[in-house]
Nanobody, 127 residues
Framework: QVQLVESGGGSVQAGGSLRLSCAAS????????MGWFRQAPGKEREGVAV????????YYTDSVKGRFTISQDNAKNTLFLQMDSLKPEDTAMYYC????????????????????WGQGTQVTVSS
């Protein structure tokens, strides 16, 4: 049984930082396409950062480039999202997702292409 468990969310002021973790069980993150997505109230879920865990290639949506960093720890079987210089518009529920490696080549931002999802962790940024 595959489980992705996010943690690390919380409430911070604008300009602050948070580090999200996504611990995987029943699934080896190595050589996968894994991503962080977010969903704000009343909005569609959107991709934030995606990583090909087999080679380390990363992709970011424009609004977080230079502020967020996606990384992995294979020994811990965990994906991370370091979020710096947070803005109120970053407020959302953040989800971790996993799929086969080839998704990172095409379709990496399409939520329905991901086979596994975590339950989410809330990030709230106040001004």
């Amino acid at each position: 049984q595959v489980q992705l468990v996010e943690s690390g969310g919380g409430s911070v002021q604008a300009g602050g930082s948070l580090r999200l973790s996504c611990a995987a069980s029943g699934y080896t993150i190595r050589d996968s396409c894994m991503g962080w997505f977010r969903q704000a109230p009343g909005k569609e879920r959107e991709g934030v950062a995606v990583r090909y865990t087999g080679g380390g290639t990363t992709y970011y949506t424009d609004s977080v480039k230079g502020r967020f960093t996606i990384s992995q720890d294979n020994a811990k079987n965990t994906l991370f999202l370091q979020m710096d210089s947070l803005k109120p518009e970053d407020t959302a529920m953040y989800y971790c997702a996993a799929a086969g490696p080839f998704l990172c080549i095409a379709g990496r931002w399409v939520t329905k292409n991901y086979a596994y999802w975590g339950q989410g962790t809330q990030v709230t940024v106040s001004s």
